[in-house]
Protein backbone atom coordinates (compact mmCIF):
# COMPACT_ATOMS: atom_id res chain seq x y z
CA UNK A 1 0.00 0.00 0.00
CA UNK A 2 1.37 3.40 -0.67
CA UNK A 3 0.86 6.71 -0.06
CA UNK A 4 1.88 8.32 -2.75
CA UNK A 5 -1.17 10.00 -4.70
CA UNK A 6 -1.47 12.44 -1.50
CA UNK A 7 -0.32 15.75 -2.45
CA UNK A 8 0.47 14.76 -5.59
CA UNK A 9 -0.45 17.20 -8.91
CA UNK A 10 -2.99 14.98 -10.76
CA UNK A 11 -5.49 16.02 -13.27
CA UNK A 12 -8.90 16.45 -12.09
CA UNK A 13 -11.07 13.69 -12.76
CA UNK A 14 -14.40 15.85 -13.39
CA UNK A 15 -11.90 18.10 -15.78
CA UNK A 16 -12.76 16.64 -18.94
CA UNK A 17 -16.75 16.73 -18.57
CA UNK A 18 -15.89 20.48 -17.79
CA UNK A 19 -14.07 21.24 -20.36
CA UNK A 20 -16.36 18.92 -22.41
CA UNK A 21 -19.61 20.85 -21.63
CA UNK A 22 -20.58 17.40 -20.49
CA UNK A 23 -20.85 18.67 -16.80
CA UNK A 24 -24.37 19.34 -15.58
CA UNK A 25 -25.29 21.93 -13.55
CA UNK A 26 -28.39 22.93 -11.95
CA UNK A 27 -29.95 25.03 -14.65
CA UNK A 28 -28.93 22.52 -16.98
CA UNK A 29 -31.41 19.53 -16.12
CA UNK A 30 -34.21 19.52 -17.89
CA UNK A 31 -37.36 17.78 -16.44
CA UNK A 32 -40.31 16.21 -18.21
CA UNK A 33 -43.14 19.04 -18.97
CA UNK A 34 -40.87 21.50 -17.28
CA UNK A 35 -42.05 25.15 -16.75
CA UNK A 36 -40.86 28.13 -15.78
CA UNK A 37 -40.73 30.69 -13.00
CA UNK A 38 -39.90 34.41 -13.05
CA UNK A 39 -40.01 36.01 -9.90
CA UNK A 40 -41.71 39.76 -9.74
CA UNK A 41 -39.72 42.28 -6.94
CA UNK A 42 -40.76 44.87 -4.85
CA UNK A 43 -39.53 48.25 -6.00
CA UNK A 44 -39.46 50.07 -2.56
CA UNK A 45 -37.36 49.38 0.95
CA UNK A 46 -39.96 49.36 3.63
CA UNK A 47 -43.57 49.22 3.77
CA UNK A 48 -46.29 47.60 2.76
CA UNK A 49 -47.95 45.98 -0.43
CA UNK A 50 -51.42 48.37 -0.69
CA UNK A 51 -52.21 46.34 -4.01
CA UNK A 52 -51.46 44.22 -6.45
CA UNK A 53 -52.91 43.21 -9.96
CA UNK A 54 -52.33 40.33 -12.02
CA UNK A 55 -55.38 40.25 -14.46
CA UNK A 56 -53.32 41.37 -17.24
CA UNK A 57 -50.67 38.61 -16.31
CA UNK A 58 -53.08 35.56 -16.48
CA UNK A 59 -54.10 36.39 -20.23
CA UNK A 60 -50.66 36.54 -21.26
CA UNK A 61 -49.84 33.70 -23.52
CA UNK A 62 -48.23 30.70 -22.11
CA UNK A 63 -48.97 31.77 -18.28
CA UNK A 64 -49.87 29.18 -16.20
CA UNK A 65 -50.18 30.52 -12.56
CA UNK A 66 -49.61 33.47 -10.89
CA UNK A 67 -48.87 33.79 -7.08
CA UNK A 68 -48.80 36.70 -4.60
CA UNK A 69 -49.55 37.09 -1.42
CA UNK A 70 -52.89 37.05 -1.79
CA UNK A 71 -53.30 33.35 -3.34
CA UNK A 72 -50.29 31.76 -2.50
CA UNK A 73 -50.93 29.07 -0.16
CA UNK A 74 -49.80 29.48 3.82
CA UNK A 75 -46.17 27.41 4.34
CA UNK A 76 -45.39 25.71 7.50
CA UNK A 77 -41.95 27.87 8.05
CA UNK A 78 -41.05 25.70 10.79
CA UNK A 79 -37.90 26.54 13.02
CA UNK A 80 -34.64 25.63 11.42
CA UNK A 81 -31.35 27.33 12.19
CA UNK A 82 -28.68 26.02 10.60
CA UNK A 83 -25.14 26.66 11.48
CA UNK A 84 -24.85 28.84 8.49
CA UNK A 85 -27.88 30.56 9.35
CA UNK A 86 -28.38 33.60 11.75
CA UNK A 87 -28.99 32.55 14.94
CA UNK A 88 -31.55 35.62 15.69
CA UNK A 89 -34.34 36.12 13.54
CA UNK A 90 -36.23 34.72 10.86
CA UNK A 91 -35.77 33.81 7.18
CA UNK A 92 -37.65 36.04 4.84
CA UNK A 93 -41.15 34.14 4.47
CA UNK A 94 -41.83 34.39 0.72
CA UNK A 95 -45.41 35.70 -0.50
CA UNK A 96 -46.73 34.60 2.95
CA UNK A 97 -47.80 38.45 3.64
CA UNK A 98 -48.17 42.26 2.46
CA UNK A 99 -44.80 43.41 4.42
CA UNK A 100 -41.96 44.51 2.71
CA UNK A 101 -38.59 44.71 4.14
CA UNK A 102 -36.14 45.56 1.44
CA UNK A 103 -35.56 46.89 -2.41
CA UNK A 104 -35.61 43.20 -5.03
CA UNK A 105 -37.85 41.30 -2.05
CA UNK A 106 -40.43 39.01 -4.12
CA UNK A 107 -43.83 39.79 -4.35
CA UNK A 108 -45.08 37.78 -7.13
CA UNK A 109 -44.14 34.58 -9.45
CA UNK A 110 -45.35 34.00 -12.86
CA UNK A 111 -44.90 30.66 -13.83
CA UNK A 112 -45.16 29.92 -17.95
CA UNK A 113 -44.39 27.49 -20.76
CA UNK A 114 -41.12 29.16 -21.43
CA UNK A 115 -38.85 31.45 -19.88
CA UNK A 116 -39.40 34.17 -22.39
CA UNK A 117 -43.17 34.24 -21.58
CA UNK A 118 -42.83 34.26 -17.68
CA UNK A 119 -40.09 36.93 -18.16
CA UNK A 120 -42.31 38.93 -20.05
CA UNK A 121 -45.52 38.59 -18.19
CA UNK A 122 -43.64 39.48 -14.71
CA UNK A 123 -43.71 42.61 -16.47
CA UNK A 124 -47.00 42.83 -16.43
CA UNK A 125 -47.69 42.97 -12.78
CA UNK A 126 -48.59 46.05 -11.61
CA UNK A 127 -47.77 46.52 -7.66
CA UNK A 128 -48.27 49.76 -5.22
CA UNK A 129 -47.40 50.45 -2.06
CA UNK A 130 -47.69 52.18 1.52
CA UNK A 131 -43.98 52.74 1.18
CA UNK A 132 -42.21 53.54 4.61
CA UNK A 133 -39.44 55.53 5.81
CA UNK A 134 -36.29 53.15 4.55
CA UNK A 135 -32.50 52.73 5.82
CA UNK A 136 -30.62 51.76 3.45
CA UNK A 137 -27.36 53.79 4.01
CA UNK A 138 -25.03 52.71 6.91
CA UNK A 139 -23.70 56.38 7.70
CA UNK A 140 -27.38 56.91 8.90
CA UNK A 141 -27.90 53.88 11.38
CA UNK A 142 -27.24 53.82 14.92
CA UNK A 143 -25.40 50.46 15.33
CA UNK A 144 -26.13 48.04 18.40
CA UNK A 145 -24.80 45.37 19.66
CA UNK A 146 -26.21 42.22 18.63
CA UNK A 147 -28.96 40.26 20.49
CA UNK A 148 -26.47 37.18 20.17
CA UNK A 149 -23.53 36.89 18.26
CA UNK A 150 -22.79 33.98 16.06
CA UNK A 151 -19.76 34.05 13.47
CA UNK A 152 -19.21 31.88 10.05
CA UNK A 153 -17.91 29.21 12.72
CA UNK A 154 -20.83 28.72 13.65
CA UNK A 155 -19.85 29.14 17.39
CA UNK A 156 -21.17 32.25 19.73
CA UNK A 157 -18.63 35.26 20.49
CA UNK A 158 -18.96 38.02 23.22
CA UNK A 159 -19.89 41.64 21.29
CA UNK A 160 -17.34 43.04 23.42
CA UNK A 161 -13.63 41.85 24.78
CA UNK A 162 -11.40 43.07 27.14
CA UNK A 163 -7.98 42.68 28.21
CA UNK A 164 -5.77 44.26 30.28
CA UNK A 165 -6.62 48.59 30.19
CA UNK A 166 -6.27 49.38 26.56
CA UNK A 167 -8.17 53.02 26.87
CA UNK A 168 -5.27 53.41 29.82
CA UNK A 169 -2.62 52.04 27.42
CA UNK A 170 -3.03 53.51 24.57
CA UNK A 171 -3.46 57.29 26.14
CA UNK A 172 0.16 56.46 27.12
CA UNK A 173 1.92 54.67 24.65
CA UNK A 174 4.70 56.76 22.90
CA UNK A 175 3.36 55.74 19.64
CA UNK A 176 0.22 55.74 18.49
CA UNK A 177 -2.24 55.70 15.56
CA UNK A 178 -6.30 55.73 15.14
CA UNK A 179 -7.75 54.96 12.16
CA UNK A 180 -11.36 54.17 10.66
CA UNK A 181 -11.34 51.61 7.40
CA UNK A 182 -14.26 51.23 5.31
CA UNK A 183 -15.49 48.46 3.03
CA UNK A 184 -18.29 48.80 0.75
CA UNK A 185 -20.69 46.19 -0.06
CA UNK A 186 -19.21 43.06 -1.82
CA UNK A 187 -21.46 41.26 -4.24
CA UNK A 188 -20.55 37.63 -5.35
CA UNK A 189 -20.25 37.25 -8.99
CA UNK A 190 -19.05 33.16 -9.39
CA UNK A 191 -19.60 32.40 -13.52
CA UNK A 192 -22.85 30.18 -12.77
CA UNK A 193 -26.01 31.96 -11.62
CA UNK A 194 -28.34 30.85 -8.93
CA UNK A 195 -30.86 28.33 -10.54
CA UNK A 196 -33.02 25.77 -9.34
CA UNK A 197 -35.70 23.37 -10.76
CA UNK A 198 -38.13 21.83 -9.08
CA UNK A 199 -40.35 18.48 -9.28
CA UNK A 200 -42.95 17.31 -7.40
CA UNK A 201 -44.24 13.59 -7.01
CA UNK A 202 -46.70 13.19 -4.96
CA UNK A 203 -45.20 14.54 -1.13
CA UNK A 204 -42.13 13.89 -2.14
CA UNK A 205 -40.03 16.81 -4.23
CA UNK A 206 -37.07 16.78 -5.87
CA UNK A 207 -34.78 19.86 -5.94
CA UNK A 208 -31.83 20.39 -8.96
CA UNK A 209 -30.22 22.89 -6.98
CA UNK A 210 -26.62 25.27 -6.91
CA UNK A 211 -25.88 24.39 -3.46
CA UNK A 212 -22.39 24.27 -1.55
CA UNK A 213 -24.78 22.14 0.66
CA UNK A 214 -27.20 20.04 -0.48
CA UNK A 215 -28.48 17.94 3.38
CA UNK A 216 -29.58 21.69 4.20
CA UNK A 217 -31.22 22.36 1.35
CA UNK A 218 -33.30 19.60 2.18
CA UNK A 219 -33.58 20.33 5.98
CA UNK A 220 -34.73 24.12 4.99
CA UNK A 221 -37.18 22.97 2.63
CA UNK A 222 -38.75 20.30 4.44
CA UNK A 223 -39.22 23.00 7.14
CA UNK A 224 -40.65 25.72 5.42
CA UNK A 225 -43.21 23.07 3.54
CA UNK A 226 -43.85 20.72 7.05
CA UNK A 227 -42.62 17.54 5.34
CA UNK A 228 -40.06 15.04 6.31
CA UNK A 229 -36.67 15.99 5.06
CA UNK A 230 -36.34 12.38 3.73
CA UNK A 231 -39.45 13.59 1.31
CA UNK A 232 -36.79 15.88 -0.45
CA UNK A 233 -33.90 14.97 -2.93
CA UNK A 234 -31.24 17.83 -3.68
CA UNK A 235 -28.53 17.11 -6.60
CA UNK A 236 -26.21 20.14 -7.17
CA UNK A 237 -22.85 17.73 -8.68
CA UNK A 238 -21.45 20.61 -10.11
CA UNK A 239 -21.22 23.82 -9.03
CA UNK A 240 -19.56 26.91 -11.18
CA UNK A 241 -18.18 28.82 -8.07
CA UNK A 242 -20.21 30.09 -5.22
CA UNK A 243 -17.83 31.81 -2.70
CA UNK A 244 -20.76 31.56 0.40
CA UNK A 245 -23.54 32.57 -1.87
CA UNK A 246 -24.77 28.72 -1.99
CA UNK A 247 -24.20 27.69 1.57
CA UNK A 248 -27.58 28.20 2.86
CA UNK A 249 -31.13 28.11 0.39
CA UNK A 250 -32.35 31.89 -0.56
CA UNK A 251 -36.12 32.37 -1.54
CA UNK A 252 -35.89 31.53 -5.37
CA UNK A 253 -35.95 27.76 -4.13
CA UNK A 254 -38.73 28.14 -2.72
CA UNK A 255 -40.99 29.68 -4.98
CA UNK A 256 -39.22 27.14 -7.61
CA UNK A 257 -41.35 24.57 -5.55
CA UNK A 258 -44.22 26.55 -4.69
CA UNK A 259 -44.52 27.06 -8.37
CA UNK A 260 -44.30 23.56 -9.44
CA UNK A 261 -46.97 22.48 -6.39
CA UNK A 262 -49.47 25.10 -7.88
CA UNK A 263 -49.07 24.12 -11.15
CA UNK A 264 -48.35 20.41 -10.77
CA UNK A 265 -45.31 20.38 -13.37
CA UNK A 266 -41.94 21.14 -12.71
CA UNK A 267 -40.79 25.08 -12.69
CA UNK A 268 -37.28 25.97 -13.51
CA UNK A 269 -36.05 29.37 -11.69
CA UNK A 270 -33.14 31.00 -12.99
CA UNK A 271 -31.62 34.24 -11.05
CA UNK A 272 -30.38 37.29 -13.65
CA UNK A 273 -26.93 38.76 -12.71
CA UNK A 274 -29.14 41.47 -11.41
CA UNK A 275 -31.22 39.61 -9.45
CA UNK A 276 -27.78 38.50 -7.99
CA UNK A 277 -27.51 41.52 -6.35
CA UNK A 278 -30.50 41.39 -4.06
CA UNK A 279 -31.21 37.47 -4.17
CA UNK A 280 -28.53 35.92 -2.45
CA UNK A 281 -26.62 37.63 0.01
CA UNK A 282 -23.30 39.47 -0.04
CA UNK A 283 -19.95 40.24 2.30
CA UNK A 284 -21.77 43.08 4.29
CA UNK A 285 -20.48 46.86 4.52
CA UNK A 286 -18.21 47.38 7.68
CA UNK A 287 -16.74 50.35 9.52
CA UNK A 288 -13.72 49.40 11.25
CA UNK A 289 -11.72 51.66 13.99
CA UNK A 290 -8.27 50.52 14.68
CA UNK A 291 -6.38 52.04 17.47
CA UNK A 292 -2.67 50.71 18.11
CA UNK A 293 -0.69 52.07 20.73
CA UNK A 294 3.50 50.97 21.17
CA UNK A 295 6.60 51.75 22.85
CA UNK A 296 9.59 52.93 20.34
CA UNK A 297 11.43 49.69 20.06
CA UNK A 298 7.94 48.54 18.57
CA UNK A 299 6.01 47.00 21.23
CA UNK A 300 2.31 46.84 21.20
CA UNK A 301 0.70 47.97 24.61
CA UNK A 302 -2.58 48.64 23.18
CA UNK A 303 -4.93 47.21 20.15
CA UNK A 304 -8.69 48.65 20.25
CA UNK A 305 -10.91 47.23 17.19
CA UNK A 306 -14.31 48.55 17.18
CA UNK A 307 -16.50 47.50 14.55
CA UNK A 308 -19.89 47.34 12.69
CA UNK A 309 -21.86 46.13 10.03
CA UNK A 310 -25.03 45.43 8.09
CA UNK A 311 -27.54 43.34 8.57
CA UNK A 312 -31.09 43.33 7.49
CA UNK A 313 -33.85 43.86 9.67
CA UNK A 314 -35.48 40.17 10.31
CA UNK A 315 -32.32 39.08 10.56
CA UNK A 316 -28.85 39.44 12.85
CA UNK A 317 -25.96 38.36 10.68
CA UNK A 318 -22.73 38.15 12.08
CA UNK A 319 -19.05 38.32 10.60
CA UNK A 320 -16.22 37.15 12.15
CA UNK A 321 -14.52 40.57 11.85
CA UNK A 322 -12.58 40.69 15.24
CA UNK A 323 -11.28 37.06 15.85
CA UNK A 324 -8.30 37.23 14.56
CA UNK A 325 -7.42 40.43 16.62
CA UNK A 326 -7.46 38.84 19.38
CA UNK A 327 -4.95 36.43 18.46
CA UNK A 328 -2.84 37.67 15.77
CA UNK A 329 -0.71 39.79 17.87
CA UNK A 330 0.82 39.98 21.15
CA UNK A 331 -0.52 42.60 23.59
CA UNK A 332 -1.38 42.86 26.79
CA UNK A 333 -4.05 44.93 26.48
CA UNK A 334 -6.81 44.50 23.60
CA UNK A 335 -10.55 45.94 23.21
CA UNK A 336 -12.94 44.55 20.67
CA UNK A 337 -16.42 45.22 20.18
CA UNK A 338 -18.68 44.19 17.45
CA UNK A 339 -22.24 45.88 16.42
CA UNK A 340 -24.90 45.88 13.87
CA UNK A 341 -26.23 48.20 11.60
CA UNK A 342 -29.79 46.74 10.94
CA UNK A 343 -30.99 48.47 7.74
CA UNK A 344 -33.70 47.89 4.83
CA UNK A 345 -31.65 45.20 2.98
CA UNK A 346 -31.44 41.67 2.39
CA UNK A 347 -29.28 39.46 4.44
CA UNK A 348 -25.87 39.09 4.11
CA UNK A 349 -24.06 35.93 3.65
CA UNK A 350 -20.50 34.53 3.91
CA UNK A 351 -18.58 35.64 1.27
CA UNK A 352 -14.67 34.01 1.24
CA UNK A 353 -12.94 33.91 4.31
CA UNK A 354 -16.22 35.89 5.75
CA UNK A 355 -15.49 38.35 8.50
CA UNK A 356 -11.92 37.34 8.79
CA UNK A 357 -10.78 39.27 5.72
CA UNK A 358 -12.80 41.97 6.40
CA UNK A 359 -11.04 42.39 9.89
CA UNK A 360 -7.61 41.39 9.09
CA UNK A 361 -7.50 44.10 6.37
CA UNK A 362 -8.06 46.88 8.76
CA UNK A 363 -5.97 45.09 11.41
CA UNK A 364 -3.23 44.80 9.01
CA UNK A 365 -3.55 48.22 7.60
CA UNK A 366 -2.95 50.17 11.00
CA UNK A 367 -0.32 48.02 11.72
CA UNK A 368 1.59 49.17 8.53
CA UNK A 369 0.80 52.42 9.86
CA UNK A 370 2.36 52.46 13.19
CA UNK A 371 5.16 50.63 10.92
CA UNK A 372 5.66 54.24 9.27
CA UNK A 373 5.22 56.02 12.08
CA UNK A 374 7.99 54.41 14.06
CA UNK A 375 9.90 53.76 11.38
CA UNK A 376 9.84 49.95 11.75
CA UNK A 377 10.09 47.82 8.85
CA UNK A 378 6.84 46.28 8.28
CA UNK A 379 7.98 42.42 8.75
CA UNK A 380 10.31 43.20 11.79
CA UNK A 381 7.62 45.24 13.67
CA UNK A 382 5.30 41.66 13.06
CA UNK A 383 8.45 39.81 14.52
CA UNK A 384 8.96 41.67 17.56
CA UNK A 385 4.86 40.93 18.36
CA UNK A 386 4.73 37.37 17.79
CA UNK A 387 2.72 35.21 20.49
CA UNK A 388 3.93 32.99 22.31
CA UNK A 389 0.17 31.51 23.21
CA UNK A 390 -3.30 32.40 21.97
CA UNK A 391 -3.98 35.10 24.21
CA UNK A 392 -7.33 35.68 24.09
CA UNK A 393 -8.43 31.76 25.25
CA UNK A 394 -5.21 31.31 26.83
CA UNK A 395 -4.28 28.18 24.88
CA UNK A 396 -1.14 27.13 23.15
CA UNK A 397 -1.16 26.90 19.25
CA UNK A 398 -1.27 23.39 17.97
CA UNK A 399 1.11 24.86 15.33
CA UNK A 400 1.56 28.64 14.56
CA UNK A 401 4.05 29.18 11.32
CA UNK A 402 4.15 32.73 10.96
CA UNK A 403 7.93 33.57 11.76
CA UNK A 404 9.04 30.88 9.03
CA UNK A 405 5.94 32.71 6.12
CA UNK A 406 7.57 36.13 7.26
CA UNK A 407 11.07 34.49 5.96
CA UNK A 408 9.95 32.60 2.94
CA UNK A 409 8.02 35.10 1.61
CA UNK A 410 10.05 37.79 2.28
CA UNK A 411 12.91 35.74 0.24
CA UNK A 412 10.47 34.73 -2.18
CA UNK A 413 9.66 38.19 -3.60
CA UNK A 414 12.91 39.82 -2.60
CA UNK A 415 11.54 42.14 0.56
CA UNK A 416 14.96 43.19 1.07
CA UNK A 417 15.39 45.46 -1.60
CA UNK A 418 12.29 47.59 -0.53
CA UNK A 419 12.82 50.81 -0.01
CA UNK A 420 10.32 52.31 2.56
CA UNK A 421 10.97 56.05 1.60
CA UNK A 422 7.45 57.26 -0.34
CA UNK A 423 7.48 57.63 -3.82
CA UNK A 424 10.92 56.03 -3.71
CA UNK A 425 10.50 53.23 -5.96
CA UNK A 426 9.35 53.80 -9.37
CA UNK A 427 9.07 51.90 -12.80
CA UNK A 428 9.46 54.50 -15.46
CA UNK A 429 6.70 57.16 -14.61
CA UNK A 430 4.87 54.61 -12.45
CA UNK A 431 5.05 54.40 -8.64
CA UNK A 432 5.97 50.75 -7.01
CA UNK A 433 4.76 50.18 -4.19
CA UNK A 434 5.70 47.30 -2.04
CA UNK A 435 3.75 45.85 0.92
CA UNK A 436 2.96 42.68 2.81
CA UNK A 437 0.63 41.18 5.73
CA UNK A 438 -0.33 38.45 7.94
CA UNK A 439 -2.69 35.84 7.24
CA UNK A 440 -4.65 33.60 9.46
CA UNK A 441 -8.21 31.28 9.14
CA UNK A 442 -9.46 28.82 12.37
CA UNK A 443 -8.70 25.11 11.55
CA UNK A 444 -12.51 24.05 11.27
CA UNK A 445 -13.48 20.06 11.41
CA UNK A 446 -17.43 18.80 11.49
CA UNK A 447 -19.02 15.44 11.71
CA UNK A 448 -18.91 13.80 8.01
CA UNK A 449 -19.41 10.27 6.64
CA UNK A 450 -18.77 8.44 3.87
CA UNK A 451 -19.32 5.25 2.23
CA UNK A 452 -16.89 2.97 0.07
CA UNK A 453 -17.96 -0.43 -2.15
CA UNK A 454 -15.29 -2.45 -3.25
CA UNK A 455 -16.72 -4.36 -6.56
CA UNK A 456 -15.58 -8.24 -8.09
CA UNK A 457 -13.72 -6.81 -10.62
CA UNK A 458 -11.03 -4.40 -8.77
CA UNK A 459 -12.67 -1.26 -8.93
CA UNK A 460 -14.17 0.93 -6.19
CA UNK A 461 -16.86 3.05 -5.72
CA UNK A 462 -16.30 5.79 -2.99
CA UNK A 463 -19.40 8.25 -2.18
CA UNK A 464 -20.19 11.41 -0.06
CA UNK A 465 -22.76 14.44 0.29
CA UNK A 466 -20.30 16.77 -0.31
CA UNK A 467 -19.92 19.46 -2.53
CA UNK A 468 -17.29 21.07 -4.98
CA UNK A 469 -17.75 25.00 -5.75
CA UNK A 470 -14.42 24.63 -7.84
CA UNK A 471 -10.98 23.74 -5.50
CA UNK A 472 -11.45 20.29 -6.69
CA UNK A 473 -13.48 18.00 -4.24
CA UNK A 474 -14.25 15.61 -6.64
CA UNK A 475 -10.09 15.35 -7.27
CA UNK A 476 -8.73 15.40 -3.84
CA UNK A 477 -11.10 13.09 -2.18
CA UNK A 478 -10.44 10.57 -5.38
CA UNK A 479 -6.93 10.68 -4.28
CA UNK A 480 -7.73 9.80 -0.42
CA UNK A 481 -9.76 7.20 -1.87
CA UNK A 482 -7.46 5.55 -3.86
CA UNK A 483 -4.53 6.27 -1.22
CA UNK A 484 -6.33 4.32 1.73
CA UNK A 485 -7.69 1.77 -0.80
CA UNK A 486 -4.10 1.25 -2.46
CA UNK A 487 -5.76 1.46 -5.86
CA UNK A 488 -4.79 3.66 -8.91
CA UNK A 489 -6.49 6.67 -9.03
CA UNK A 490 -8.47 5.35 -12.10
CA UNK A 491 -9.54 2.69 -10.50
CA UNK A 492 -12.16 5.15 -8.10
CA UNK A 493 -15.12 6.66 -8.78
CA UNK A 494 -15.63 9.40 -6.68
CA UNK A 495 -19.83 10.66 -6.50
CA UNK A 496 -21.07 13.64 -4.35
CA UNK A 497 -23.64 16.17 -4.61
CA UNK A 498 -26.84 14.09 -3.45
CA UNK A 499 -28.19 14.04 -0.04
CA UNK A 500 -29.04 10.42 -0.88
CA UNK A 501 -25.42 10.11 0.04
CA UNK A 502 -23.89 9.82 3.56
CA UNK A 503 -24.49 13.58 4.85
CA UNK A 504 -21.27 16.02 5.37
CA UNK A 505 -21.32 19.37 6.41
CA UNK A 506 -21.14 22.43 4.27
CA UNK A 507 -18.36 22.74 1.56
CA UNK A 508 -17.33 25.87 3.06
CA UNK A 509 -15.16 27.11 6.19
CA UNK A 510 -12.09 25.37 4.71
CA UNK A 511 -13.16 21.97 6.32
CA UNK A 512 -14.21 19.87 3.44
CA UNK A 513 -10.63 18.21 3.38
CA UNK A 514 -10.30 17.66 6.72
CA UNK A 515 -13.97 16.66 7.43
CA UNK A 516 -14.87 14.58 4.58
CA UNK A 517 -10.98 13.29 3.55
CA UNK A 518 -11.66 11.87 7.20
CA UNK A 519 -14.57 9.97 6.66
CA UNK A 520 -13.47 8.96 3.23
CA UNK A 521 -10.08 7.97 4.37
CA UNK A 522 -11.92 6.10 7.21
CA UNK A 523 -14.67 4.28 4.93
CA UNK A 524 -12.00 3.34 2.27
CA UNK A 525 -9.43 1.70 5.09
CA UNK A 526 -12.67 -0.24 6.50
CA UNK A 527 -13.59 -1.38 3.46
CA UNK A 528 -9.69 -2.95 2.37
CA UNK A 529 -9.02 -4.29 5.97
CA UNK A 530 -12.67 -6.41 5.24
CA UNK A 531 -11.63 -7.23 1.75
CA UNK A 532 -8.36 -8.91 2.23
CA UNK A 533 -9.58 -10.25 5.58
CA UNK A 534 -12.40 -12.33 3.60
CA UNK A 535 -10.04 -13.05 1.24
CA UNK A 536 -7.73 -14.29 2.76
CA UNK A 537 -4.82 -12.24 0.17
CA UNK A 538 -2.42 -9.04 0.74
CA UNK A 539 -3.65 -7.82 -2.98
CA UNK A 540 -6.72 -5.77 -2.66
CA UNK A 541 -7.52 -6.85 -6.46
CA UNK A 542 -6.93 -10.89 -5.82
CA UNK A 543 -8.55 -10.27 -2.44
CA UNK A 544 -11.95 -8.87 -4.30
CA UNK A 545 -11.50 -12.18 -7.34
CA UNK A 546 -12.08 -14.25 -4.66
CA UNK A 547 -14.46 -12.88 -2.88
CA UNK A 548 -16.81 -12.37 -5.69
CA UNK A 549 -19.14 -9.96 -4.35
CA UNK A 550 -19.26 -6.20 -3.75
CA UNK A 551 -17.63 -5.26 -0.23
CA UNK A 552 -19.07 -2.30 1.54
CA UNK A 553 -18.17 -0.14 4.47
CA UNK A 554 -19.00 2.75 6.06
CA UNK A 555 -17.52 5.52 8.24
CA UNK A 556 -17.87 8.06 10.32
CA UNK A 557 -15.58 11.35 11.13
CA UNK A 558 -15.92 13.86 13.84
CA UNK A 559 -13.82 16.11 15.93
CA UNK A 560 -12.37 15.15 19.51
CA UNK A 561 -11.70 17.52 22.03
CA UNK A 562 -8.23 18.82 20.20
CA UNK A 563 -10.12 22.54 20.55
CA UNK A 564 -10.35 22.64 24.45
CA UNK A 565 -6.49 21.97 24.92
CA UNK A 566 -5.26 23.97 21.63
CA UNK A 567 -6.11 26.87 19.66
CA UNK A 568 -5.75 25.97 16.01
CA UNK A 569 -5.89 27.86 12.99
CA UNK A 570 -3.74 28.64 9.70
CA UNK A 571 -1.36 31.11 9.47
CA UNK A 572 0.45 32.98 6.31
CA UNK A 573 1.82 36.34 4.89
CA UNK A 574 1.38 37.81 1.52
CA UNK A 575 3.52 39.79 -0.33
CA UNK A 576 2.52 42.41 -3.16
CA UNK A 577 3.50 44.34 -5.41
CA UNK A 578 1.62 47.20 -7.29
CA UNK A 579 1.58 50.24 -9.53
CA UNK A 580 -0.33 53.42 -9.27
CA UNK A 581 -0.47 56.12 -12.19
CA UNK A 582 0.80 59.14 -10.77
CA UNK A 583 -1.99 61.33 -13.03
CA UNK A 584 -4.75 58.79 -13.25
CA UNK A 585 -4.71 57.11 -10.08
CA UNK A 586 -4.87 53.73 -12.00
CA UNK A 587 -3.79 51.12 -9.78
CA UNK A 588 -2.57 47.76 -10.90
CA UNK A 589 -1.24 44.72 -8.74
CA UNK A 590 1.96 43.06 -10.50
CA UNK A 591 2.43 40.15 -8.69
CA UNK A 592 1.68 38.77 -5.34
Known amino acids: MTTALIGQPVSRVDGRKKVSGAATYAAEFDAPSQAYGAIVRSTVANGRITSIDGTAVERAPGVLAVLTHRNAPRLAYREHHAPVDPSVGERLHVLQDDRVNH ?7 VVAESLEQASYAATLVRATYAPEAAITDIARVEPTL ?6 DQGTGRPSETRRGDPEGALAGAEIKIDRTYVIPRENHNPIELHATIAAWEGDRLTLWDKSQWVDNVADEIAAVFGIPPENIRVISPFVGGAFGSGLRPWSHVTLAALGARATRRPVKIMLSRREMYYGTGYRPDTVQRVALGASRDGRFNAIIHDAYQETSTYEEYTEALLDATRLLHSCPNVYTRHRL ?22 LECAVDELAAALNIDPVELRLRNEPA ?11 RSTRECYRVGAERFGWSRRNPE ?20 PMNFAPASARARLLPDGTAEVASASSDMGPGTWTSMTQ ?6 GLPIVRVKFTLGDNRLPRTPPHGGSMTMTSV ?18 GGANDLAEAMRRIGQVVEASADSKPGDESQHFSMHAFGAVFVEAAVDPDLGETRVRRI
Not at 389 to 399: A, N, R, T, V, Y
Not at 520 to 529: I, L, S, T
Open 103 to 109: QGQPIAL
Open 146 to 151: PTQEKT
Open 341 to 362: ARMNVHTPTWMRAPGEASGVFA
Open 389 to 399: QDEFKKLPFSS
Open 422 to 441: PRSMRDGRLLIGWGMASATY
Open 480 to 485: VAADAL
Open 517 to 534: GSAVQAACRKAREDALAR
